[in-house]
């Protein structure tokens, strides 16, 4: 509950700073004594540049396969309900 509970303040601070994270993985969370960390925001977006679903690249992927949001695997618009799909995965690892 309190890794539930700390990343759940996390993803809502991140989207409320007009981001979106793309990455979230068991890897990229700190659990620290404070609570849970998240970290690396390499491939994070502003949720203003996030007009349509592509990439610089066509056909590129940008995630990690295990725990992206099938809406990113497609390739469709990414919006902060990927996170909370990765969110899912990463306490379902837990």
């Known amino acids: 509950r309190i890794l539930a509970a ?9 989207h409320a700073a007009g981001l979106i994270h793309r990455d979230l993985k068991p890897s990229n969370v700190l659990v620290t004594i404070d609570g849970p960390r998240v970290i690396d925001f390499g491939i994070a977006r502003a949720l203003e540049t996030v ?3 592509g990439l610089t ?6 995630g990690s396969p295990g725990f992206m949001a099938p809406e990113q695997v497609r390739g469709d618009r990414v919006t902060p309900a990927c996170d ?5 995965s990463v306490l379902s690892y837990a």
Do not use: E, N, P
Request: contains cysteine.
């Open 6 to 14: 700390g990343l759940a303040h996390a993803l809502q601070d991140i």
């Open 51 to 53: 007009t349509d679903g």
């Open 57 to 62: 690249r066509t056909g590129a992927l940008v």
């Open 84 to 88: 909370i799909f990765c969110f899912g």
